[in-house]
């Protein structure tokens, strides 16, 4: 489903765009072609959950150490869990063990995050490291770690972090770091550099730093090879940004918003083309998180009972079915990773639940008012008047009173067909209750 989803919206998008993306910020020049005496280092930056892009990202990054020319791979990672397929991730898992180059895995920086099952690439890192103040924890136990028969050390030393997360000290006590660690830990991907210098592993031999004495008798480690960072292509970040629980929950409320707007007004335009585009890339983003079926399913019902409130200009009790709809659905929208709750936060929440409310209760309601109403001023005088059904009105439907069409319902649940004439007998808010000139069934309870 995401693939079909992402290739519609792929579909939506400029030539221009496209263009901007075709190369990413890693296809540049070797700095070996410019006579660099020291091999560079790939760095690819893993910042939110692995999903699709981030996974073929990180795969790619791989396959390319064979022939782009680098010493290594870093994966500087911030990430709070993985949201592909458990069989997906252990390929990716399996892809970088098998890495023709060493790849290292660094947790940075300051702040950064490494729960869940992304815990699982330490495991298959030659060489890994953690910023101060880095978190590490919460092992998804789930996902099939295919070192776990090739390195049972390691992934023994990753199972003490099951049901609890750790700092930079209680990481390096408990194991969890592959090769060697500094008691300060990796503050800067410059420090990562030099923790690689002189790894050993598959004949190949690390060379990122180099020792200089100074005047003093001072001792400095000085970096020589050049990191070469690289990110994702323009299109690849838009569908990894809309994999965010915020993004995807906030694009579901505008897309079906303004899908209904669309509906209420006359003709196709930006808005729905807009609200089109918010609803494919919400479904895309859906599809690649844990969201729950039934909670996406209230949220578009709730669209569904303001939609009828809406059509009558005035907010009632459909409009209280619809925000309770909306509150719930947003509150449980999404299932939780192992250390991580996806619930957006209370500010997108506030933002997202005040927003429908603030529309379905002003804003909608006085757009279908405007769109009805007539320049006169006061209305009572039409209790009585003549007009004509320009639309069935059965129960619901249009008439045109004088020059002005207005919505209108059945009196006494008469049906009313096309180029009839009606007599307009009272007026409910904006909508006129009508009954045919002749045939009207007649009321004897006045």
């Known amino acids: 489903m995401r693939t079909t989803l992402k290739a519609v919206i792929l579909g939506l998008v400029t030539t221009a765009a496209v263009a901007l993306a075709v190369t990413p910020a890693a296809a540049q020049d070797d700095p070996q072609s410019d006579g660099a005496a020291v091999a560079p280092v790939d760095v690819l930056q893993v910042d939110g959950f692995i999903d699709p892009v981030v996974a073929s990202e990180i795969s790619d990054a791989v396959t390319d150490l064979a022939t782009n020319g680098s010493q290594a791979l870093v994966l500087q990672v911030n990430s709070r869990g993985v949201v592909i397929d458990d069989e997906e991730f252990t390929d990716l898992l399996a892809t970088i063990a098998d890495a023709p180059r060493p790849v290292a895995v660094w947790v940075g920086p300051t702040g950064a995050r490494l729960l869940g099952g992304a815990v699982h690439l330490l495991s298959v890192a030659d060489v890994s490291g953690m910023a101060p103040g880095a978190e590490v924890g919460y092992l998804d136990t789930s996902i099939d770690n295919p070192i776990a028969a090739t ?29 060697r660690i500094s008691d300060e830990g990796i503050a800067t991907i410059a420090n990562m550099l030099d923790a690689l210098d002189g790894y050993e592993g598959d004949g190949i031999v690390l060379e990122t730093t180099e020792e200089q004495i100074t005047d003093d008798g001072t001792v400095q480690r000085t970096t020589t090879a050049v990191p070469r960072f690289s990110k994702p292509g323009l299109i690849d970040q838009l569908f990894h940004t809309v994999a965010s629980p915020p993004v995807a929950y906030l694009l579901l409320l505008v897309g079906l918003g303004l899908l209904l ?72 929208l999404f299932e939780p990773l192992p250390g991580t709750s996806l619930r957006p936060s209370w500010l997108t929440l506030i933002a997202g639940i005040g927003g429908v409310m603030l ?42 009173v004088g020059d002005a069409e207005w919505r209108a319902r059945t009196n006494r649940a008469t049906p009313v067909e096309a180029g009839d004439t009606i007599r307009v007998v009272a007026i409910d808010g904006i909508t006129l209750e009508v009954e045919p000139l002749e045939g009207a069934a007649r009321d004897y309870r006045r």
């Open 359 to 400: 529309t379905y209760i002003v804003g909608m309601p006085s757009m279908t008012r405007t769109r009805f109403a007539t320049p006169t001023i006061g209305r009572d005088w039409m209790i009585g008047s003549e007009g004509t059904v320009v639309s069935a009105v059965a129960p619901d439907g249009i008439v045109r």
């Open 261 to 332: 707007f669309e509906f209420f007004t006359a003709g196709v335009g930006v808005a729905a083309v807009v609200g089109i585009v918010s609803t494919l890339l919400s479904a895309y983003g859906l599809d690649v998180l844990p969201a729950r079926g039934w909670a996406v399913a209230l949220l578009v019902a709730a669209t569904v009972a303001f939609a009828i409130d809406v059509q009558v200009g005035l907010p009632r009790v459909w409009t209280g079915i619809g925000i309770t709809s909306t509150i719930v659905g947003s509150l449980w």
């Open 151 to 179: 390195d049972p050390a390691a992934v023994a030393a990753l199972e003490s972090l099951i049901g609890r997360s750790v700092g930079l000290s209680d990481a390096r006590a408990l194991g969890v770091f592959r090769q």
